[in-house]
């Protein structure tokens, strides 16, 4: 069996909304695999229909070689999730709950012990095991509830934006443990908001926006979809700053306002597409308080796709695509 995952024109609607609007995507065995995406995206609903959590209003998907409807308790057998938010129950010890869910799970009291302690130690948690988990950190319940969806070892995992709150720290431990597990085996479907995230763990990246894949690839083939880079500019005002975008747009480049109504992002195709910008800004004297060419950000890479930020802002000024699904050519 090639494919852990296969879905072909997935829907799920609620009333007149279509929270997924016929997603097709494929997951090899055995890799990491992300859905990047903003808040209300789709990413937690697809997560949701493929472990059987919720039935589809349309279309068909199979995981590891099982329908999701037909065969769903074929299907919960070998998998697991994790979802955005620690399930652990916070009055008992981190060893008590790992201990609960292997006997629950069908393990003999010598297996369950044998198994959680293997686990304890794999997840660094050790130390913290007589603890009650309402005394750990956010990274250490984190790490805690995905040692608890490793207890029987499942063929999938499902990750749904596991770092979501966590500090740097924590983030990285999440990450170091999902490259663990990566290189054990098990395939990974990855759900996150992070375009940095998607870039450290997943070997392929889908990008969902309203309920639709519109594009798929690698992300340094994301990535060059909009260039190699993006500018980022900080004016002095809100007036500078939509002169700047009005610049831009003239220049052929579109900018788009950040939070901060003085920020502005342009995609760039190289890092000497600046210089003509930053000249022609100093010809009509908007002087800037900063500036700076980085790698693209989620927000780069949405606007290039769809012509709106994450969080849906819409660009200053300049060219606009429509969505589109694509797949990145490799």
């Not at 065995?29 to 589809?56: D, H, Q, Y």
């Not at 652990?88 to 006997?103: I, S």
């Not at 130390?127 to 950190?137: F, I, K």
């Not at 900080?234 to 052929?252: E, M, Q, V, W």
């Amino acid at each position: 069996m090639k494919h852990a995952i296969e879905t072909q024109d997935l829907v799920k609607a609620y009333g007149a909304t279509r929270a997924l609007d016929g997603v097709s995507l494929q997951v090899r065995r055995g890799e990491v695999f992300g859905l990047l995406g903003p808040n209300g995206a789709g990413k937690t609903t697809f997560v949701r229909l493929l472990s059987t959590l919720i039935r589809p209003t349309g279309g068909r998907a199979s995981v590891l070689g099982h329908d999701i409807v037909a065969d769903a308790g074929k299907v919960r057998a070998r998998i697991s999730l994790t979802g955005q938010f620690a399930s652990v129950d916070e009055e008992l010890t981190g060893r008590e709950n790992l201990m609960l869910l292997a006997r629950l799970l069908g393990l003999s009291g010598r297996e369950a012990r044998s198994r959680y302690g293997e686990l304890l130690d794999a997840f660094d948690i050790a130390g913290a095991a007589n603890r009650q988990v309402s005394g750990y950190s956010g990274g250490m319940r984190r790490r805690l509830d995905i040692a608890a969806s490793m207890i029987t070892r499942p063929d999938l995992l499902f990750l749904d934006e596991p770092t979501t709150g966590l500090d740097p720290r924590a983030r990285a431990d999440v990450w170091a443990i999902t490259r663990r597990l990566a290189r054990s085996g098990t395939t990974i479907l990855l759900t996150t908001q992070y375009l940095e995230e998607a870039d450290q763990l997943a070997e392929r990246i889908a990008v969902i926006d309203h309920g639709r894949v519109i594009a798929q690839g690698t992300a340094a083939q994301l990535k060059a979809r909009i260039g190699s880079g993006v500018l980022r500019l900080t004016l002095h005002d809100r007036d500078d700053a939509a002169r700047a975008g009005t610049i831009a747009a003239g220049l052929g480049l579109a900018a788009q306002m950040q939070e901060d109504p003085r920020m502005l992002t342009i995609p760039l195709p190289d890092a000497d597409a600046a210089l003509p910008l930053l000249a022609a800004l100093a010809e009509q004297g908007i002087a800037l308080v900063d500036f700076a060419y980085g790698q693209p950000t989620l927000d780069a890479v949405f606007f290039a796709l769809t012509g709106h930020g994450a969080q849906g802002e819409a660009p200053v000024s300049g060219p606009q695509e429509p969505a589109a699904a694509t797949e990145v050519s490799e």
